[in-house]
């Protein structure tokens, strides 16, 4: 098999090794060794390069070579599984090399049964650490370069602001932890754009977070899930806009109310329902028709891309002034009194006014005269104007007939 050695990019800093991989036990087979620093080294090339960093301790009297077999410390291989026992795996490395990854440098779980976690000629990738064991065989760490490896790739998708994928492990105080190759976390208000009720859902699976924070000489890495989300929802937003056109009915959840009227959030695209057009009656506060968080049915009246401003109304069903005919008696129901007279409300829909000269035959100087709101009273249209949404009503003729 062929040689592949890879290094990782010179620009990242040196950090010093995870605690898990600093000062190992000893052993029957070799000295102990201090793994070296999990960051980013040199990019990959044919000819292996020293590792950036300090190098390995070596026991007092017995020092270290700076390289093994002709690989720099910290040099990442691949080598095709040739051997596996429970407690380590033996590579092919090529050109007449042979390397060992112990139980301990293979990965989170130091007890993890090898014979399970591989296959014969599979290929792995793993760190060289700068000694031999018993049988002269290069000592290697699948930890280190997954961690390796993993910082690399955090580095480069911080620069290019793109996220990277992960698995959730575990719910913890505060937040999440994420596996990205290292350990990071997500705190609460970064993992979704609306509050999760069970945490412990997540546990298990794989999403997309950005980087918030990386530092590799702390171990400290700082993930957002919600900023991917939000993305999303902006790119699936902006597509559904541009295939949004006037006339079209949607669904959509009112996400706030103002003096002028209610938004209505569609898909990630805010529309405005004018106070004029929240309902076919006249309307003096927009919370008398919607409340945040209702989800209405509306139509979209005006679109203009350019600005991302979509107008639209709630009126759905036809004009109800379309119905009335003038001249024609309706039963309704007085709502309010004014100096000039009194709104009497025909149906939900509909409001008319009955001028204080058209309340009784005689002279009347105040509306609470005749009538008093709430009060149920027959009256005659006298006009309807459907442009000024306005309708003329009497209280006098209707009781003349």
């Not at 800093?13 to 070296?36: F, G, V, Y």
């Not at 999403?207 to 902006?234: H, P, T, Y």
């Not at 639209?312 to 309010?336: A, I």
Request: proline residues 6%; glycine residues 10%.
């Amino acid at each position: 098999m062929s040689e592949v050695e890879t290094t990782l990019e010179s620009e990242s800093q040196p950090a010093t090794a995870p605690a898990t991989e600093t000062e190992p036990e000893k052993d029957n087979q070799a000295p102990a060794e201090t793994e070296p620093a999990t960051g980013p080294q040199p990019e990959t090339s044919q000819e292996a390069k020293p590792a950036a960093g300090p190098q390995p301790k070596a026991p007092a009297g017995d020092p270290a070579p700076a390289r093994v077999h002709g690989l720099a410390g910290g040099t990442i291989v691949a080598g095709s599984v040739q051997k596996k026992t429970v407690h380590e795996v033996e590579l092919d490395l090529g050109g007449g090399r042979i390397g060992v990854i112990s139980q301990r440098y293979w990965g989170d779980d130091p007890a993890a049964d090898l014979t399970r976690e591989c296959v014969l000629g599979e290929v792995v990738n793993a760190a060289v650490l700068v000694r031999e064991d018993h049988k002269g065989r290069i000592v290697l760490s699948r930890l280190w370069a997954i961690q390796q490896i993993a910082w690399v790739t955090i580095a480069r998708a911080s620069a290019a602001d793109e996220p990277v994928t992960g698995t959730i492990t575990a719910v913890i105080k505060g937040g999440l932890l994420c596996d990205v190759g290292v350990r990071g976390f997500i705190p609460t208000s970064l993992i979704d754009v609306e509050p999760v009720g069970n945490l412990r859902a997540l546990v298990g699976r794989e999403v997309k977070c950005k980087v918030v924070e990386a530092d590799q000489a702390s171990g400290k890495l700082v993930l957002s899930r919600k900023a991917v989300i939000r993305a999303e929802r902006r790119k699936a937003a902006q597509q559904f806009l541009e295939e949004m056109a006037v006339g079209d009915e949607h669904t959509g959840r009112v996400v706030d109310i103002q003096d002028f009227g209610a938004f209505v959030d569609i898909n990630g695209i805010r529309g405005l329902v004018h106070t004029t057009e929240l309902a076919w009656k006249w309307v003096q506060n927009p919370g008398e028709v919607v409340s945040v968080g209702d989800e209405v049915r509306v139509r979209v009246k005006t679109l203009q891309k350019p600005k991302q401003r979509v107008g639209l109304t709630m009126k759905l069903t036809p004009d109800p002034l379309s119905e009335l005919e003038v001249g024609g008696l309706v039963k309704g129901r007085v709502t309010r009194l004014v100096d000039y007279g009194a709104f009497v409300a025909l149906n939900d829909d509909v409001e008319g006014l009955v001028h204080i000269t058209e309340m009784s035959e005689y002279r009347v100087y105040h509306p609470e005269e005749v009538v008093l709101p709430g009060e149920e009273v027959w009256v005659k249209v006298l006009a309807v104007d459907q442009k000024r949404r306005r309708v003329e009503l009497s209280i006098s003729q209707a009781i003349a007939g």
